[in-house]
């Protein structure tokens, strides 16, 4: 599956912003997906995941509560809402996909097959 993220750009520390990653080549209802960001000079990092199937949803704790990843298999397309967007939130932010069973919500980097190029998000304070 090919992945495409977009919706980053630059926003103030408590704003919003959406990301979109669109998929070609396969479908992704077969796909738990993920959103994984890499801030400068640091590791690439867990930020949420969906499941398959049933919606379940994991998020790092520097998120949680304040993103929320959510997908729509008619188009093909996972979503993360950021909001109360902090200066650490700056990041390049990837979405991910793995084939797996339909509660799979593994936060593990490394568990995601295919990966899509990344949208740069800037937070100023």
């Known amino acids: 599956v090919q992945l495409q993220a977009s919706g980053g750009g630059l926003v103030q520390a408590g704003g919003s912003l959406r990301l979109s990653c669109a998929a070609s080549g396969r479908t992704l209802s077969s796909y738990a997906l993920g959103w994984l960001r890499q801030a400068p000079g640091k590791e690439r990092e867990f930020v949420a995941t969906?499941?398959?199937?049933?919606?379940?949803?994991v998020y790092a704790d520097s998120v949680k509560g304040r993103f929320t990843i959510s997908r729509d298999n008619a188009k093909n397309t996972v979503y993360l809402q950021m909001n109360s967007l902090k200066p650490e939130d700056t990041a390049v932010y990837y979405c991910a996909a793995k084939r797996t069973i339909m509660t799979d919500t593994t936060p593990d980097i490394s568990t995601f097959g295919s990966w899509g190029q990344g949208t740069l998000v800037t937070v100023s304070s």
């Open positions: 969906i499941s398959r199937s049933y919606g379940v949803t």
